[in-house]
């Protein structure tokens, strides 16, 4: 039996990686094993939330993540599980390949954070160009300045 195993954190995104290989006849006889990669939290978000609750919201957010991806998979439910990601991928996918004696198939289907297009111009520096756009804008931040430094003074 094959194992695969998926990272995704978007159930649309992951359908369209998933759909060719749900389309094979193999797909029945894997074993999948969904691993949730949560978004991540700010470290400044532990002033608001206790540890507990952001867990038990990352575990709510895989609940209906995997209740999205799950009836689209063409197995039974015993040849799925579940796993929730909680550190760096790099050693889950070492402990999960540990689990059995053969290699599983590692698939990683989240979403890109930014576009390629995106990516390649941020990539490439700009020429510094004067912007006149922004003086008007200084130019009021000085007024107000000023103003404020005289209602000071008067009085």
Not at 4 to 28: F, G, H, K, N, W
Not at 62 to 84: E, G, H
Not at 105 to 134: E, F, H, I, N, Y
Request: glycine share 4%; aromatic share 6%; proline share 7%.
């Amino acid at each position: 039996m094959d194992r695969v195993i998926v990272y995704v954190d978007d159930a649309d995104y992951a359908q369209q990686i998933l759909a060719p290989l749900l389309a094979r006849e193999a797909a029945a006889q894997t074993r999948w094993v969904l691993v949730a990669c949560a978004p991540r939290m700010t470290h400044r978000i532990s002033k608001w939330v206790s540890h507990s609750a952001r867990e038990n919201w990352r575990t709510k957010w895989a609940d209906k993540l995997f209740a999205q991806i799950i009836p689209q998979l063409p197995v039974a439910a015993a040849t799925v599980s579940t796993v929730i990601a909680k550190g760096p991928l790099a050693e889950l996918t070492d402990q999960l390949q540990a689990e059995e004696a053969t290699p599983a198939q590692v698939l990683d289907a989240r979403r890109p954070k930014m576009d390629a297009t995106v990516q390649a111009s941020a990539a490439t520096p700009k020429p510094a160009t004067p912007r006149w756009g922004s003086v008007p804008g200084t130019l009021g931040s000085l007024l107000t300045g000023c103003g404020a430094f005289w209602a000071l003074a008067v009085e």
